[in-house]
T-cell receptor, first 113, second 113 residues
Framework: GQSLEQPSEVTAVEGAIVQINCTYQTSGFYGLSWYQQHDGGAPTFLSYNALDGLEETGRFSSFLSRSDSYGYLLLQELQMKDSASYFCAVRVGSTDSWGKFQFGAGTQVVVTP | NAGVTQTPKFQVLKTGQSMTLQCAQDMNHEYMSWYRQDPGMGLRLIHYSVGAGITDQGEVPNGYNVSRSTTEDFPLRLLSAAPSQTSVYFC????????????FGEGSRLTVL
C-alpha cells in the first residue's frame, strides 16, 4: 500500500520560515501535491511537483526528490493567516492520464505573534 | 463560478438509515472522487471515477456505494449508516490532463447517532 509521513504540528512566529517535510512509500508515483486547509474549510491547492526540484509560488515553495521519496513545503515570511493544516498528497496510478490521490495526515502550522 | 457543489452541508442520521450525498461539478472534469476526513487522519479516499460508467475503490470503500451516470454528477450512497461513518465528506474533481490540482467542494458534515 501507500504511506505518507509528515510532522503533526509546527509552531513558528510571524515573519519566520517553516519547512514541512513529507516522505512517502508508494508504487506508481506520478507526483506530489500540497494543500492548505483552514478550520472548517475545504482543502485548497498550493503546488504540485512531478519532477525533481523546486517550484516557487509567491511565499510558498515546494521541493521534490523522487530518488529519496521525499518532498517539502517551504512557507516564507509567515503571516497569521498561514495558520492552518497542510497536507501532502501523492498522485499514484498505472497510467499517466489518470491516477488517484492519497493524502498524508496533515501538519498543523501555528503562527504566533 | 459554481465549481464543485456538495449537498447537503449538514446531515444527522440514525444508525441503519440510508442516504445519498450529492456532488456535482460544472467544469467538465472526467475525474471525480470522494474523501472522508476524520480528526488526525487526513483525507482518506473512499471511491473515485475516471468517467461516466467507470468507478473504482479507494482506501476505505466499505459501507459506501457510488455510480457515475453523467460527467457532472458523482453521488455517494450510505447503504446502512453506522456511527463509524460520522465524518466530514469531501468531493473533489480534476480534468484528465490536469496536474496535481484537485478541486474540492465545501464538504458535507455527517453525524450518525
Amino acid at each position: 500500500g501507500q504511506s505518507l509521513e509528515q510532522p503533526s504540528e509546527v509552531t513558528a512566529v510571524e515573519g519566520a520560515i517553516v519547512q514541512i517535510n513529507c516522505t512517502y512509500q508508494t508504487s506508481g508515483f506520478y507526483g506530489l501535491s500540497w494543500y492548505q486547509q483552514h478550520d472548517g474549510g475545504a482543502p485548497t491547492f498550493l503546488s504540485y511537483n512531478a519532477l525533481d526540484g523546486l517550484e516557487e509560488t509567491g511565499r510558498f515553495s515546494s521541493f521534490l526528490s523522487r530518488s529519496d521519496s521525499y518532498g517539502y513545503l517551504l512557507l516564507q515570511e509567515l503571516q497569521m493567516k498561514d495558520s492552518a493544516s497542510y497536507f501532502c498528497a501523492v498522485r499514484v496510478g498505472s497510467t499517466d492520464s489518470w491516477g488517484k490521490f492519497q493524502f498524508g495526515a496533515g501538519t498543523q502550522v501555528v503562527v504566533t505573534p | 463560478n459554481a465549481g464543485v457543489t456538495q449537498t447537503p452541508k449538514f446531515q444527522v442520521l440514525k444508525t441503519g438509515q440510508s442516504m445519498t450525498l450529492q456532488c456535482a461539478q460544472d467544469m467538465n472534469h472526467e475525474y471525480m472522487s470522494w474523501y472522508r476526513q476524520d480528526p488526525g487522519m487526513g483525507l482518506r479516499l473512499i471511491h473515485y471515477s475516471v468517467g461516466a460508467g467507470i468507478t473504482d475503490q479507494g482506501e476505505v470503500p466499505n459501507g459506501y456505494n457510488v455510480s457515475r451516470s453523467t460527467t457532472e454528477d458523482f453521488p455517494l450512497r450510505l447503504l446502512s449508516a453506522a456511527p463509524s461513518q460520522t465524518s466530514v465528506y469531501f468531493c473533489a474533481s480534476r480534468p484528465v490532463y490536469g496536474t496535481g490540482e484537485l478541486f474540492f467542494g465545501e464538504g458535507s458534515r455527517l453525524t450518525v447517532l
